[in-house]
């Protein structure tokens, strides 16, 4: 578990203060995936760095698993560290070192006698798929194939926390897709709390169970990853909900349109054919559905239909009510 309490982080330099994290409170459960998602600038990197301390926090407190990493000396913070893994856009693999090596190393470093570490690299190897790879250096690896061995190496001191920094980032989409993969499996495996900053909302998506929107050091936004994407509250979070999420018409077509223009949007299992073909029977109106998908937040649906309803003026609005109780929201967009 993580908490961090009333967190700020300034950088002075000769002329001017810069406030990176501005009295950010956050609790991360032991065993969750945890999301902090913001454009450059935004503060990410420096509140992920502040939970294991490689950036000190000007005020605030910072407890990882019941420790409050703040009043540790040098050497309790390192051997702290430990239950800590870290990994990073841009993988810090040793590259004179093969795949082995690059696992191994960190064992050593922990002072991890001999006779086993060569058990533990196999084990941890294979927990990422890199059985087979063992004797290559990392230049003759793919950006997923490094990223599968810094995690490894993250692993190497069984941590309790894994830090996440923007680890997707350099790789393509169907890459990502299976480090996030993989990532789902260590937390399930092995109970591991992950915390990953992104500015890629399908990453949130894709895995995180909670989440939290970073703008100007602060948290804006925070909770259930799917609460989040169903009912964002800030402008920041809708905007990078529609980069995932995407429901605009285009504007020939919404000219186009005399009728009413809604917006639906069904939360969990509700089965949105039914519900509007039930609509369209029991009123005389007619329906146009004109986009409708469904998308899955981790393994939970959530479909948004966008159409358009005309008839009388009445009965449209019955329609429109009707459909208001039956579904997770209505949003008319255009009155016609
Ligand atoms: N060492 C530093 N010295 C001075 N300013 C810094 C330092 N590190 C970060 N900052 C500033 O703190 C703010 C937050 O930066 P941070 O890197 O945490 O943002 P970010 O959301 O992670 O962005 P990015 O994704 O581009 O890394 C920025 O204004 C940045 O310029």
Same mark, same amino acid.
């Given at each position: 578990?993580?908490?961090?309490?009333?967190?700020?982080?300034?950088?002075?330099?000769?002329?001017?203060?810069?406030?990176?994290?501005?009295?950010?409170?956050?609790?991360?459960?032991?065993?969750?995936?945890? =999301?902090?998602?913001?454009?450059?600038?935004?503060?990410?990197?420096?509140?992920?760095?502040?939970?294991?301390?490689?950036?000190?926090?000007?005020?605030? #407190?910072?407890?990882?698993? =019941?420790?409050?990493?703040?009043?540790?000396?040098?050497?309790?913070?390192?051997?702290?560290?430990?239950?800590?893994?870290?990994?990073?856009?841009?993988?810090?693999?040793?590259?004179?070192?093969?795949?082995?090596?690059?696992?191994?190393?960190?064992?050593?470093?922990?002072?991890?006698?001999?006779?086993?570490?060569?058990?533990?690299?196999?084990?941890?190897?294979?927990?990422?798929?890199?059985?087979?790879?063992? =004797?290559?250096?990392?230049?003759?690896?793919?950006?997923?194939? #490094?990223?599968?061995?810094?995690?490894?190496?993250?692993?190497?001191?069984?941590?309790?926390?894994?830090?996440?920094?923007?680890?997707?980032?350099?790789?393509?989409?169907?890459?990502?897709?299976?480090?996030?993969?993989?990532? #789902?499996?260590?937390?399930?495996?092995?109970?591991?709390?992950?915390? /990953?900053?992104?500015?890629?909302?399908?990453?949130?998506?894709?895995?995180?169970?909670?989440?939290?929107?970073?703008?100007?050091?602060?948290?804006?936004?925070?909770?259930?990853?799917?609460? /989040?994407?169903?009912?964002?509250?800030?402008?920041?979070?809708?905007?990078?909900?529609?980069?995932?999420?995407?429901?605009?018409?285009?504007?020939?077509?919404?000219?186009?349109?005399?009728?009413?223009?809604?917006?639906?949007?069904?939360?969990?299992?509700?089965?949105?054919?039914?519900?509007?073909?039930?609509?369209?029977?029991?009123?005389?109106?007619?329906?146009?559905?004109?986009?409708?998908?469904?998308?899955? /937040?981790?393994?939970?649906?959530?479909?948004?239909?966008?159409?358009?309803?005309?008839?009388?003026?009445?009965?449209?609005?019955?329609?429109?009510?009707?459909?208001?109780?039956?579904?997770?929201?209505?949003?008319? /967009?255009?009155?016609?």
């Amino acid at each position: 578990m993580i908490v961090l309490d009333q967190v700020t982080k300034e950088f002075k330099s000769k002329k001017r203060k810069i406030i990176g994290v501005d009295n950010v409170s956050l609790t991360i459960e032991q065993g969750e995936i945890y =999301g902090i998602v913001g454009y450059s600038g935004a503060g990410k990197s420096t509140l992920l760095r502040c939970m294991n301390i490689l950036e000190r926090p000007t005020s605030g #407190k910072v407890f990882v698993n =019941g420790l409050d990493l703040m009043t540790l000396s040098g050497s309790e913070l390192r051997s702290a560290r430990q239950s800590i893994g870290m990994i990073f856009q841009g993988f810090y693999l040793v590259s004179s070192k093969t795949v082995y090596e690059n696992v191994a190393f960190a064992l050593k470093a922990a002072g991890v006698p001999n006779h086993k570490i060569k058990p533990r690299v196999t084990r941890l190897l294979e927990l990422v798929g890199l059985s087979d790879r063992a =004797g290559q250096y990392p230049a003759q690896l793919s950006g997923g194939q #490094k990223q599968r061995v810094s995690i490894a190496r993250a692993l190497a001191n069984n941590p309790k926390v894994l830090l996440c920094d923007e680890a997707t980032s350099a790789l393509d989409p169907n890459t990502t897709k299976s480090i996030l993969a993989l990532l #789902k499996k260590i937390n399930h495996e092995l109970g591991l709390t992950i915390v /990953i900053i992104t500015h890629e909302m399908e990453v949130v998506k894709e895995i995180c169970h909670r989440c939290a929107v970073m703008q100007d050091g602060r948290v804006i936004e925070q909770g259930a990853t799917y609460d /989040i994407f169903s009912n964002p509250k800030e402008a920041l979070t809708r905007k990078f909900i529609e980069t995932v999420l995407d429901f605009q018409l285009p504007e020939q077509l919404l000219d186009s349109i005399d009728g009413k223009l809604i917006r639906l949007h069904f939360w969990g299992d509700l089965a949105a054919d039914a519900i509007v073909s039930d609509m369209l029977q029991n009123f005389e109106v007619r329906g146009n559905i004109l986009h409708g998908k469904v998308e899955y /937040i981790r393994d939970e649906p959530l479909g948004i239909f966008v159409m358009e309803i005309k008839g009388d003026e009445k009965v449209t609005q019955d329609a429109i009510d009707y459909l208001k109780k039956r579904v997770s929201k209505v949003e008319v /967009i255009k009155n016609g």
